[in-house]
T-cell receptor, first 114, second 115 residues
């Protein structure tokens, strides 16, 4: 039972390059989230999904796209990377229902855009 | 608008002493949950404790307790008998039912335990 797994763990990109971060979960979570963490700013929600085939924008969605074609996978794409997207990215999964139920996080992916 | 505020960027505590990390929240939704996470220097996010908006009693989990004051909209984390391993970033978070179950995070408090 791996929980929530993110790949890759580290990546260096040049400005303008594209990449995809993969989040895979084996916990049968309906809800999945992508956050970015920057010093002094906490975790900010990029996009999230409340089920297979659905996605929604969070607080900072610009420059990112997501897809949830399968329940267990949530992909975060950067079409044209910018230095401002240098950050640590966290994927998380959560249960449906009321507001009980914590988020389960992946280990994070550190992205550097030069 | 939903918001979590943590006003203490950094805190120090002597080993074996208790420490309180502050968290205030803002939501007009009556159904919400409050969470605390720990992030050690290794980077992973570790769930510590949960409090529901309708819970009458304060949550406790081992050395962690959540001081929930609904009228003041505060959800402070109390760590008793601090240990060196408690040195980490601590994040307060809120899950709100009527915003699609989005989770909102504060900016975090860095706790350092002094031997």
């Amino acid at each position: 039972n791996a929980g929530v797994t993110q790949t890759p763990k580290f990546r260096v990109l040049k400005t303008g390059q594209s990449m995809t971060l993969l989040c895979a979960q084996d916990m049968n979570h309906e809800y999945m989230y992508w956050y970015r963490q920057d010093p002094g700013m906490g975790l900010r929600l990029i996009h999230y999904s409340v089920g297979e085939g659905t996605t929604a924008k969070g607080e900072v969605p610009d420059g990112y796209n997501v897809s949830r074609l399968k329940k267990q996978n949530f992909l975060l794409g950067l079409e044209s990377a910018a230095p401002s997207q240098t950050s640590v990215y966290f994927c998380a999964g959560g249960r449906t229902g009321p507001v009980t139920g914590e988020l389960f996080f992946g280990e994070g992916s550190r992205l550097t855009v030069l | 608008a939903q918001k979590i505020t943590q006003t203490q960027p950094g805190m120090f505590v002597q080993e074996k002493e208790a420490v309180t990390l502050d968290c205030t929240y803002d939501t007009s939704d009556p159904s919400y949950g409050l969470f605390w996470y720990k992030q050690p220097s290794s980077g992973e996010m570790i769930f510590l404790i949960y409090q529901g908006s309708y819970d009458q009693q304060n949550a406790t989990e081992g050395r962690y307790s959540l001081n929930f004051q609904k009228a003041r909209k505060s959800a402070n984390l109390v760590i008793s008998a601090s240990q060196l391993g408690d040195s980490a970033m601590y994040f307060c978070a809120m899950r709100v039912l009527n915003t699609g179950n989005q989770f909102y995070f504060g900016t975090g408090t860095s706790l350092t335990v002094i031997p």
